[in-house]
């Protein structure tokens, strides 16, 4: 069984960093693509970082380029999401997400939700000003 558990949220004043982590277990990284997610009540889930093995590239939203960082150690089936400079409008519920056996690149996953086929619970995100 595929799982995923997203930690590391929590209050944080603006300009600080945080990493967020994403325990995978049910399958072995390889070929895949994995992401993380954010969504802000009322609004659609936005993707945030993703990588794709598919072409060994990172994506990032524009909003976060420079800022967050997605990283991967394989050998702990862990995927992290380095975040500095924080900014109030980076507060949401953040989610991992991952397909098993990638197929496009990292934009794409990002910006098609729908091709992520598990999704971990999310883990709530806020920045204060």
């Known amino acids: 069984e595929v799982q995923l558990q997203a930690s590391g949220g929590g209050l944080v004043q603006a300009g600080g960093s945080l990493r967020l982590s994403c325990a995978a277990s049910g399958f072995a990284f390889g070929h895949r693509g994995i992401g993380w997610f954010r969504q802000v009540p009322g609004q659609e889930r936005q993707g945030v970082a993703c990588?794709?093995?598919?072409?060994?590239?990172?994506y990032y939203a524009d909003s976060v380029k420079g800022r967050f960082a997605i990283a991967s150690d394989n050998a702990a089936n862990t995927v992290y999401l380095l975040m500095n400079n924080l900014k109030p409008e980076d507060t949401a519920v953040y989610y991992c997400?991952?397909?098993?056996?990638?197929?496009?690149?990292?934009?794409?996953?990002?910006?098609?939700?729908?091709?992520?086929?598990?999704w971990g619970k999310g883990t709530q995100l806020t920045v204060s000003s």
């Open positions: 997400a991952v397909t098993l056996v990638a197929a496009y690149s990292a934009s794409y996953y990002c910006q098609h939700e729908r091709d992520m086929h598990y």
């Open positions: 990588i794709s093995d598919v072409d060994g590239r990172t």
